[in-house]
């Protein structure tokens, strides 16, 4: 069974910086893409980027482009999300999640999700 723990959350100052991870466990095939979601209190979950373990190709939200930056640790199984210059709308839940295949993109139905972690901009 696939298992998808985030770390790294927290208090961060407006255009400060903060590293998520996400470690993963149990797939079964070799390839996979992981994703990493957040929901704001009140809002919608939206995507905000996700990265293949087959050849790291990425793709991010507009909302974050130039500001975060995924990256993959294939020996690690370990998924990270850089962000920086944050604000007080990076307020949110953050989710790790996850599904098997070679194809790259937030569209897509993510079968595993982590529990979540809490990321808050202060003003």
């Known amino acids: 069974q696939v298992q998808l723990v985030e770390s790294g959350g927290g208090l961060v100052q407006p255009g400060g910086s903060l590293r998520l991870s996400c470690e993963a466990s149990?797939?079964?095939?070799?390839?996979?893409?992981i994703g990493w979601f957040r929901q704001a209190p009140g809002m919608e979950r939206e995507g905000v980027a996700c990265?293949?373990?087959?050849?790291?190709?990425?793709q991010y939200s507009e909302s974050v482009k130039g500001r975060f930056f995924i990256s993959i640790d294939n020996n690690k199984r370990t998924v990270y999300l850089q962000m920086n210059n944050l604000t007080p709308d990076a307020t949110a839940i953050y989710y790790c999640?996850?599904?098997?295949?070679?194809?790259?993109?937030?569209?897509?139905?993510?079968?595993?999700w982590g529990q979540g972690i809490q990321v808050t901009g202060s003003s």
């Open positions: 990265i293949s373990s087959s050849d790291d190709s990425t």
């Open positions: 999640a996850a599904f098997h295949g070679v194809v790259v993109g937030l569209q897509f139905r993510y079968d595993y």
């Open positions: 149990g797939f079964t095939q070799p390839y996979y893409t």
